[in-house]
């Protein structure tokens, strides 16, 4: 029938016909970049999230905003006084150096775009990722030769395969070498964590559901292990 309702395009950078994209300096984790319309400076964003992705989104609601009457410069101005949304990069805690992280991230994508965005913002610091395979296409295996790519950009990877994961979780990862590793109980995956965590790394866990409550079974055993 056509399209009948405006269309802006956008991306994550000048390319081809999308004609809004976030710019900012080369390495930033995007938590300030500047609103560019094509090869013009509109305005100049500075907000709590961090990620190329969230910068994408933040252009996006920018400017379904202005279709609804809301100036860009309001709407920079919102974005400022957004503190984020729980799950999304949320820092869970920080323990003799070592920050845990718990994010949503749940296919590759979205857990490449998450490894990116918290490397952005920690250099060369330690990364461990952590994922629970948990979405249905995640329990089906459907993504599991895109999951060694997604998962590159970290120093240390763990995966807890539970028991509704029927495939090969060690071998689709294999190609990151010794760096993966795969558990089948959370409390050992706790446990792990907290052994091989040092003070300065950061620990990213990536699931679409509570994950078992690793996030505060680790906390608890580096705080014991701070007390030892």
């Not at 956008?10 to 809004?20: E, K, M, P």
């Not at 994010?103 to 913002?121: K, M, V, W, Y």
Request: net charge neutral.
């Amino acid at each position: 029938m056509g399209c009948w309702t405006p269309i802006e395009r956008f991306s994550t950078d000048l390319r081809g016909d999308a004609a809004w994209y976030p710019l900012a300096a080369p390495g930033s984790d995007y938590t300030s970049f500047a609103l560019m319309e094509g090869n013009r400076h509109v305005c100049d964003v500075e907000w709590a999230m961090l990620g190329r992705h969230n910068a994408q989104n933040a252009v996006a609601a920018m400017l379904a905003a202005r279709h609804a009457g809301v100036s860009i410069d309001d709407a920079a101005a919102a974005l400022r006084a957004f503190k984020g949304v729980r799950r999304r990069l949320e820092t869970r805690g920080v323990v003799n150096g070592i920050t845990v992280y718990d994010d949503f991230a749940h296919h590759p994508t979205a857990i490449e775009n998450s490894i990116d965005g918290l490397r952005r913002r920690i250099g060369a610091a330690k990364l461990i990722a952590v994922l629970e395979p948990r979405s249905n296409t995640m329990k089906l295996g459907t993504h599991r030769k895109a999951l060694p790519k997604s998962l590159a950009g970290a120093d240390d990877v763990w995966l807890y395969q539970g028991p509704s994961v029927q495939w090969d979780v060690a071998g689709a990862v294999a190609p990151l070498g010794e760096h993966a590793r795969v558990v089948t109980d959370i409390e050992e995956l706790a446990a792990h964590l907290a052994r091989a965590a040092q003070p300065g790394d950061h620990v990213l866990i990536m699931s679409n559901g509570g994950f078992g409550g690793v996030h505060e079974k680790l906390l608890a055993r580096l705080r014991e292990q701070l007390l030892s």
